[in-house]
């Protein structure tokens, strides 16, 4: 298994710019989510879904989108970058449906830099 | 709200060393998760250890073991025989218990730079 996958590791934008930020996962999890890792701030959860078709907002949620067509993949979109939005990304999955904690698996991260 | 607050932003320990982190949290649930994340420069985050809110017994994970206490709402980490590769990132997280079936968000603190000095 890969695990949960990241594409790409880095990106420079520049400001109006747009662009998708790629998550896949190989394990079958229902739960996915984004957060964004910024100095001094821990990690904010941006978005969430807990399966195909579900999307919910989380902490952060303002200038991205989100959309879970298939249960692997969980894609987030900048729709008009902004020097607000460099951080460093994190997509998470796991198990869901049962009534216990299923750890969450992180993946390597983006990190991205808008000029 | 739930917060996560961890009041070291920075600590430092020799090798071979014990260290503890903590951790508070404020919350009106009475089940849920804690969990200690560990991030080294490679930005990976892993999972360290993690409590159910319903044990009274304190995890413990090989060298790493946590302090507990409900009432306070405090959950501290204990790195005892501190390595080299201790130095990280260290992230106190929490999630509610939701019955049926629904996954939990993480809620973080702002971290622990760790360093495990020679």
């Known amino acids: 298994n890969a695990g949960v996958t990241q594409t790409p590791k880095f990106q420079v934008l520049k400001t109006g710019q747009s662009m998708t930020l790629q998550c896949a996962q190989d394990m079958n999890h229902e739960y996915m989510s984004w957060y964004r890792q910024d100095p001094g701030m821990g990690l904010r959860l941006i978005h969430y879904s807990v399966g195909a078709g579900i999307t919910d907002q989380g902490e952060v949620p303002n200038g991205y989108n989100v959309s879970r067509s298939t249960t692997e993949d969980f894609p987030l979109r900048l729709l008009s970058a902004a020097p607000s939005q460099t951080s460093v990304y994190f997509c998470?999955?796991?198990?869901?449906?049962?009534?216990?904690?299923?750890?969450?698996?992180f993946g390597p991260g983006t990190r991205l830099t808008v000029l | 709200a739930q917060t996560v607050t961890q009041s070291q932003p920075e600590m430092s320990v020799q090798e071979a060393e014990t260290v503890t982190l903590s951790c508070t949290y404020d919350t009106s649930e009475s089940n849920y998760y804690l969990f200690w994340y560990k991030q080294p420069p490679s930005r990976q985050m892993i999972l360290v250890i993690r409590?159910?809110?319903?044990?009274?017994q304190n995890a413990t994970e090989n060298r790493f073991s946590v302090n507990f206490q409900k009432a306070a709402k405090s959950f501290s980490l204990k790195i005892s025989d501190s390595q080299l590769g201790d130095t990280a990132m260290y992230f106190c997280a929490f999630t509610r218990f939701y019955y049926g079936g629904s996954q939990g968000n993480l809620i973080f603190g702002k971290g622990t730079k760790l360093s495990v000095k020679p």
């Open positions: 409590q159910e809110a319903y044990k009274q």
């Open positions: 998470a999955s796991s198990y869901s449906g049962v009534s216990s904690y299923n750890e969450q698996f």
